[in-house]
């Protein structure tokens, strides 16, 4: 079946960068989501990226896709506290249908 | 601006209480979704309803069963609830469309079952 896995935490400096990992094991994935949940709220679709491309950039934002190693990332530029929240990297595939599979959630805080 | 509204933000109840969680939203989505949140879990797939009167079992639906009557409003139902569904409940909607399937999501109910 499929499964999909983060790191649990990540602690930057505001300013620096932010890299959060995620690895997937189905191969026939469709799309690959990231989305912010800040706290005491829902979650909300940050970006996303089609399995036949391997890289996105929006803003500050830069989705990068290893499909040979199953391997999805998410840069954060210039790392702001508002950028503090819970991420989770998602997948959809063929096979499910209207179904996404989540990866555990990687609590990012951003220290001052 | 989208909006999925859950009816409750805190919840406390008792073990063997039945309780409902509703959930509506208001962009004539098709389909809707009920998740449990813990935490290093991520989000679970509990039911979904691709249309009115029409569900289906997620990941772990065992102890819960859902109700969609109107196209709007999607209920989970827990028939007696126990301690181990102390969790965070997110009900989302989305379009019935193919390839991108964007969900929108409630801000959650906290439920402790003691």
């Known amino acids: 079946g499929e499964d999909v896995e983060q790191s649990l935490f990540l602690s930057v400096r505001e300013g620096d960068s932010s890299v959060i990992n995620c690895t997937y094991t189905?191969?026939?994935?469709?799309?690959l989501y990231w989305y912010k949940q800040e706290p005491g709220a829902g979650l909300q679709l940050l970006t996303y990226?089609?399995?036949?491309?391997d890289m996105k950039q929006d803003q500050r934002l830069t989705v990068l896709l290893n499909k040979k190693d199953k391997h999805l990332s998410l840069r954060i530029a210039d790392t702001q506290t508002g950028d503090s929240a819970i991420y989770f990297c998602?997948?959809?595939?063929?096979?499910?249908?209207?179904?996404?599979?989540f990866g555990g959630g990687t609590r990012v805080l951003v220290k001052p | 601006d989208v909006k999925v509204t859950q009816s409750s933000r805190y919840l406390v109840k008792r073990t063997g209480e039945k309780v409902f969680l509703e959930c509506v939203q208001d962009?004539?989505?098709?389909?809707m979704f009920w998740y449990r949140q813990d935490p290093g879990l991520g989000l679970r797939l509990i039911y979904f309803?691709?249309?009115?009167?029409?569900?289906e079992k997620g990941d772990i639906p065992e102890g819960y069963s859902v109700s969609r009557e109107k196209k709007e409003r999607f209920s989970l139902i827990l028939e007696s609830a126990s301690t181990n569904q102390t969790s965070m409940y997110l009900c989302?909607?989305?379009?019935?469309?193919?390839?991108?399937?964007?969900?929108?999501f409630g801000p959650g109910t906290r439920l402790t079952v003691t």
């Open positions: 989302a909607s989305s379009l019935r469309t193919g390839g991108l399937y964007e969900q929108y």
């Open positions: 189905d191969s026939s994935s469709t799309y």
């Open positions: 990226i089609f399995s036949n491309m």
């Open positions: 998602a997948e959809t595939f063929k096979a499910a249908g209207n179904k996404l599979t």
């Open positions: 962009m004539d989505h098709e389909n």
């Open positions: 309803s691709y249309d009115v009167k029409m569900k």
